[in-house]
């Protein structure tokens, strides 16, 4: 069974820096692509970055590319999620998932994933 527990969030000001880890049982970082998504209050889940299983290409959507980098660590089986320049929008419960999308279209649906974690809230001020 895999399990994925993420960490880092916490109340930041606009501009500030913010590093999440994604904590992920046995091989999971190898065996799965892995993403980050995010859920706004009263708002559907946001793709927000992937990182594939084979060859670690990433993707990532148009709001936080530039701002955000997804990286992953074998040795450690973690994903983190690297936010700098964050915003009031940015402002969200933050979740990874484990899954096997083919593209980047597919990385960016939910349904494509087949493990979350319990997320993390992620609050930035103005």
């Known amino acids: 069974q895999v399990q994925l527990v993420e960490s880092g969030g916490g109340l930041v000001q606009a501009g500030d820096s913010l590093r999440l880890s994604c904590a992920a049982s046995?091989?999971?970082?190898?065996?799965?692509?892995m993403a980050w998504f995010r859920q706004a209050p009263g708002k559907e889940r946001e793709f927000v970055a992937a990182?594939?299983?084979?060859?670690?290409?990433?993707y990532y959507s148009d709001s936080v590319k530039g701002r955000f980098t997804i990286s992953k660590d074998g040795a450690e089986n973690t994903v983190y999620l690297q936010m700098n320049s964050l915003e009031p929008e940015d402002t969200a419960v933050y979740s990874c998932a484990a899954g096997r999308p083919k593209t980047t279209s597919q990385a960016m649906n939910v349904m494509n994933y087949d493990y979350w974690g319990q997320g993390t809230q992620v609050t930035v001020s103005s």
């Open positions: 046995g091989r999971t970082t190898i065996t799965y692509s």
């Open positions: 990182i594939f299983r084979f060859g670690g290409g990433t």
